[in-house]
């Protein structure tokens, strides 16, 4: 489960997929990373440096007494899940470009989410509510994105 969670930090192991679909699948795989890193950008900053801050809830191993850490324990706060909402908001931007592999992009981001539970550092609200914010700014980003470049 640490490498799932590890998939999910930041995001940096989607935007290298993002970038190998964009060299191997051409046009359609640029728009995809021009699309999917935004989303990713966007929704990490304003999880990690705005909602985070706001609730400032303790992690389960700070909280509950004989609550099990596997790993790393991380410093910030624990909701929402920023491993999720990344992981969620690089899925649901390459599933609107990959709409046959969008079980795929789901499945992965959800293994991200369920590690974070097991490995101890979110509660299930924690991810959640991180997938469904990663997903809502991704959708409203690819859709600034796709707007702009209409405009050229």
């Given at each position: 489960?640490?490498?799932?969670?590890?998939?999910?930090?930041?995001?940096?192991?989607?935007?290298?997929?993002?970038?190998?679909?964009?060299?191997?699948d051409?046009?359609?795989?640029?728009?995809a990373?021009?699309?999917?890193?935004?989303?990713?950008?966007v929704?990490?900053?304003?999880?990690?440096?705005?909602?985070k801050?706001?609730f400032r809830?303790?992690r389960p191993?700070?909280?509950?007494?004989?609550?099990?850490?596997?790993?790393?324990k991380?410093?910030?706060?624990?909701?929402?899940?920023?491993?999720?909402?990344?992981?969620?908001?690089?899925?649901?931007a390459?599933?609107?470009?990959?709409?046959?592999?969008?079980?795929?992009?789901y499945?992965?981001a959800?293994?991200?989410?369920?590690s974070?539970?097991y490995?101890?550092h979110h509660?299930?609200?924690?991810?959640?509510s991180?997938?469904?914010?990663?997903?809502?700014?991704s959708?409203?980003?690819?859709?600034g994105?796709?707007?702009?470049?209409?405009?050229?």
């Amino acid at each position: 489960m640490v490498w799932a969670s590890t998939l999910g930090l930041h995001g940096a192991a989607w935007v290298v997929a993002a970038l190998g679909m964009g060299a191997r699948d051409g046009r359609r795989g640029r728009a995809a990373a021009m699309e999917m890193i935004p989303a990713l950008l966007v929704t990490n900053t304003i999880v990690e440096r705005v909602v985070k801050g706001y609730f400032r809830r303790r992690r389960p191993f700070i909280t509950l007494v004989r609550a099990m850490v596997i790993g790393r324990k991380p410093g910030s706060w624990s909701f929402p899940s920023g491993h999720s909402a990344c992981s969620f908001a690089c899925a649901s931007a390459l599933a609107g470009r990959y709409k046959g592999a969008a079980g795929v992009f789901y499945a992965l981001a959800s293994l991200v989410g369920f590690s974070r539970v097991y490995l101890g550092h979110h509660y299930p609200m924690d991810v959640l509510s991180g997938a469904t914010l990663g997903t809502v700014i991704s959708r409203l980003v690819v859709q600034g994105v796709r707007k702009l470049r209409r405009r050229k």
